[in-house]
């Protein structure tokens, strides 16, 4: 059995594996002190841009889900100049359905230029 900080940095190796076979950002990477220190940062170390924005990415891969407590944390990225993004796995669930929290806006607004 897998503890809680071995979880999470599956999830977040995952997500930055998944920045780089995607063509993202060559060099992604899960960042090292994630939740360490004061510093609110982001799980991912990724050069990615949303909407003129570097990604403030936050992953959780608990067995309770606490999405808004989550949420709250992922938003916190935003003072930074970051536009946060909550990525998430399901209990039971394999790595490859995680799911995304973002602004309806910040999607919107991505499907916009995708279709310009």
Sequence with gaps: MKNAKQKGRLLENWVADQLIAKG???RARAEISSGAGNRE???I???LMILGQNAGIECKNQKTLAIPDWWRQT???ESLGREPVLVYKLPYEPLENSLVTIY????LELLKNQKC
């Design 24 to 26: 993202l950002d060559p």
């Design 41 to 43: 940062k982001g799980d």
């Design 45 to 47: 170390w990724t050069s």
């Design 75 to 77: 938003k916190k990225l």
């Design 104 to 107: 309806l806006d910040t999607l």
